[in-house]
Each structure stands twice: as C-alpha cells, then as structure tokens.
C-alpha cells in the first residue's frame, strides 16, 4: 500500500497526496534534467504540491534528489541485482539481458534518459558526498551481482575481473545511448563484450 500523506492546506481542511506518486514524478525530473536544471518550480508544477508540502515531506533540494536517487536504487539497481541473481535463463542469457537494457530502452521505448546512477554519478557525485555514497553503493550492488553470476562459469577471481569490465560496458552504454549513438554501434558494443565472455 503506498505511503499517504497529510498536509494541511488550511484550518480543518487536511490534504492527503500519495508520496510514493510525488517521489517518482521528482525522480523523474532529476533524471532527465540532472540537479542544478532542475528547479524548485519545475518540482512544485510536476507533483503540483506547494513548496511548504514538499519540504515537509521531503525536505530541501539536496534531500528530494537523495530521495529521488534513493528510489531509483530500491526500484531499479535492486531490481536487475535480483534478475541476475535469480532471473530466469542461463548466467549468459542474464548478463545478454543485463547489458541489452541500456539498448532496448532507447530502441523498443524511446528512452533517452540513460540512467539515473551513471548521470548522477557525472551530474552530483564529485560535488556531493552523500550522492558519491549512494552511487558508490550502487555500483558496488551491481559488481557484486555480476560477480556470482559469472562465479557460476567461472573462477571466482576471474567473475570478479570480468565484473568489473562488464559493469564498466554497461555504464558506457547508458552514456552513449542518452548522447543519441546509433542503436546498432550500441549492439555492436553489447555484441563484443558477450563474444568476450563466450570465448573464455
């Protein structure tokens, strides 16, 4: 069940918004827009709550976008930790999907955001130390991953090398798809780094 919030708009006349709606529509905002674009007017316009509500719910501009990456964390980073933990297919067909995400967001929905983690990580990580912490996490979540599926093809020392490779192509690709790079120089980049894993 989502989170209600109350607000009071006036005297015995309480306002209830749905938290969890307002947070995705700022996540929104600072992934496509990045921080410093993003103003507390486009906020209140997109959640249509006033300033008051908002940083009674959330706080200030700094904590909505920590709360906004918070979020991307819990419903994205943690969930492609678990497909490739647990998800369906081989360790290979789970790491094919891992690394064909950046693409089929940009080629089956339009999407041209890249990723929230790897814009924060340009956009606020080396200016903000509580962003930097959030990312790191992130990013630590998704080698580990990596890790223990490659670990069940191959020695773990190995898994944790080509982690860090294969995270490091993933990333690249979110970058290059959110700068309009053709789809197929994006599959072609997939294509190779699998042919890697294959020949091993």
Not at 33 to 41: C, I, M, Q, R, V
Not at 49 to 62: E, I, P, W
Not at 143 to 171: C, F, I, K, N, W
């Amino acid at each position: 069940m989502e989170k209600q919030t109350i607000i009071r708009a006036a005297p015995g006349r309480p306002r209830q918004f749905d938290e969890g709606e307002a947070l995705a529509a700022i996540m929104e905002l600072f992934w496509e827009h990045g921080y410093e674009a993003t103003g507390l007017s486009d906020i209140i316009k997109a959640t249509g709550l006033g300033k008051a509500s908002l940083y009674a719910t959330f706080g200030n501009k700094q904590s909505m976008y920590l709360h906004a990456l918070a979020a991307f964390e819990t419903n994205m980073v943690d969930e492609g930790t678990a497909m490739l933990r647990s998800g369906a297919g081989s360790p290979m067909d789970r790491i094919a999907q891992f690394l064909d995400a950046p693409i089929a967001a940009r080629r089956d929905a339009g999407d041209a955001r890249g990723c929230f983690l790897c814009n924060a990580s340009a956009d606020r990580a080396a200016l903000d130390a509580q962003t930097a912490a959030v990312v790191q996490r992130c990013y630590t979540k998704l080698s580990e991953a990596l890790a223990g599926t490659l670990a069940q093809m191959m020695a773990p020392d190995a898994a944790r090398h080509r982690a860090q490779m294969l995270l490091a192509v993933y990333s690249g690709l979110r970058v290059m798809a959110r700068t309009g790079m053709p789809i197929a120089t994006l599959e072609e980049a997939r294509d190779e780094a699998m042919s890697g894993l294959r020949a091993h």
